[in-house]
């Protein structure tokens, strides 16, 4: 079976742009959540997403949203991008809410505000 | 608030046995979880402690006492492929289900 999967693999985007990251989960997983990795630094937990449902929202700003979409996929948006926005943005999917204590890694996307 | 504690780094050779270190500080808790990462890569999960007490997965170990907001990575038979960032995460009692993940422990096994 296919791993997470997120899209693109890196990007460069200047200040003040916008920026859509994709995520497709392990087939069968129904929750979704999003980190933002700053490098030596531990992740930051942005949303969770479980049958297209917020169920959790981390301490980002408003500029910063996301979906769910029917298959269970996922985007990340951030609106405004600064230059404190670059880092790798993690994609996690996990079976059910319950079990998200056990969360699979996509290789993530590195995002670079210039 | 919310705040994880862990060293920064830690130093072992091959074949000998590691233990990281995690204490936490949060509004609520839903147990205890370790994480992998290596260097460039995504990070793989290792362990779970949702009770007090010794949980083994092969040549890895997880401890958690909940009294002491305590818990541990014990890493055995070191190998040269372990060297990697390790870190503990907790579930906060937030809205929804926040993850909290600590700073990170960089383990650096030497031969």
């Known amino acids: 079976d296919a791993g997470v999967t997120q899209s693109p693999t890196h990007l460069i985007k200047t200040r003040g742009q916008h920026v859509t990251l994709r995520c497709s989960p392990i087939s069968g997983h129904k929750s979704v959540s999003w980190y933002q990795q700053v490098l030596g630094q531990g992740p930051q937990f942005i949303f969770q997403?479980?049958?297209?449902?917020?169920?959790g929202r981390g301490n980002f700003p408003d500029r910063f949203s996301a979906r769910q979409f029917p298959n269970y996929s996922s985007e990340l948006n951030v609106n405004a991008l600064l230059l404190g926005d670059s880092a790798l943005y993690l994609c996690a999917s996990s079976l059910v809410v319950g079990a998200d204590y056990e969360q699979y890694f996509g290789p993530g996307t590195r995002l670079t505000v210039t | 608030g919310q705040s994880l504690e862990q060293p920064s780094e830690v130093t072992a050779v091959e074949g000998a046995i590691v233990q990281i270190n995690c204490t936490y500080q949060t509004s609520g808790f839903y147990g205890l979880s370790w994480y992998q990462q290596h260097d460039g890569g995504a990070p793989t999960f290792l362990s779970y402690n949702g009770l007090d007490g010794l949980e083994e997965t092969g040549r890895f170990s997880s401890f958690l006492s909940r009294s002491d907001s305590y818990g541990y990575l014990l890493l055995q038979e070191l190998q040269m492929k372990d060297s990697a960032s390790y870190f503990c995460a907790v579930r906060d009692q937030g809205y929804g289900q926040n993850f909290v993940f600590g700073p990170g422990t960089r383990l650096s096994v030497l031969p």
């Open positions: 997403y479980y049958e297209k449902e917020e169920r």
